[in-house]
């Protein structure tokens, strides 16, 4: 009986050591995920930061957008332009 529980208790400690190893290599493998999603994010970042650097550095009159990125700020739709002396203000 008493080799029973001590065969027993070798196999509990082996499934255990066995699903702690599994444990720390999946805590791993996500820890690598994680530090791969990080580095790309931080990639994107940069570039980012280097296009906007670039737009800044240049003059604004080159790139024909004014200054401001054209592609992202609505322009206004040229319209009747407003008559200078409305009724009832001419001297």
Do not use: C, H
Request: charged share 25%; net charge negative; proline share 8%.
């Amino acid at each position: 009986m008493q080799t029973e529980y001590e065969e027993a208790e070798v196999l509990a400690k082996s499934a255990l050591a066995a699903a702690e190893a599994r444990a720390a290599r999946t805590l791993e493998a996500e820890s690598r995920a994680t530090g791969m999603v990080l580095e790309a994010q931080l990639e994107v970042t940069r570039q980012g930061v280097e296009r906007w650097r670039d737009q800044q550095l240049t003059p604004a009159g080159t790139r024909g957008d004014n200054g401001i990125g054209a592609s992202f700020v609505k322009q206004p739709r040229p319209g009747p332009r407003p008559d200078p002396w409305p009724v009832g203000t001419q001297n």
